[in-house]
Nanobody, 111 residues
Framework: QVQLVESGGGLVQPGGSLRLSCVGS????????MAWYRQALGKQRELVAS???????NYADSGKGRFTISRDNAKNAMYLQMNNLKLEDTAVYFC?????WGQGTQVTVSS
């Protein structure tokens, strides 16, 4: 029933920007915290940023100062604005809430 669909990934050059989107359905979106995770090849999935139902945000050191998480409850959507992308940001990015995961969207940072 709970469904999360990510979009916005793609190929970008170092220093470039992307905005990822996650649209949720099947639950009361506005009532729950959400988070972005990422998983690079050969590595464990790691937390990137989270946002509470009230809009309080937290960031992992990896994206702090470069990434911004936000949500638009009217659209059942969560976003991750990623600026000044680095090679090490290459990963599949997932959104999560209520213990559920989206399928992920690939972000590739390459020259």
């Amino acid at each position: 029933q709970v469904q999360l669909v990510e979009s916005g990934g793609g190929l970008v050059q170092p220093g470039g920007s992307l905005r990822l989107s996650c649209v949720g359905s099947g639950f009361a979106f506005s009532l729950y915290a959400m988070a972005w995770y990422r998983q690079a090849l050969g590595k464990q999935r790691e937390l990137v940023a989270s946002i509470t139902s009230g809009g309080s945000t937290n960031y992992a050191d990896s994206g702090k100062g470069r990434f911004t998480i936000s949500r638009d409850n009217a659209k059942n959507a969560m976003y991750l604005q990623m600026n000044n992308l680095k090679l090490e940001d290459t990963a599949v990015y997932f959104c999560k809430t209520l213990g559920h995961w989206g399928q992920g969207t690939q972000v590739t940072v390459s020259s």
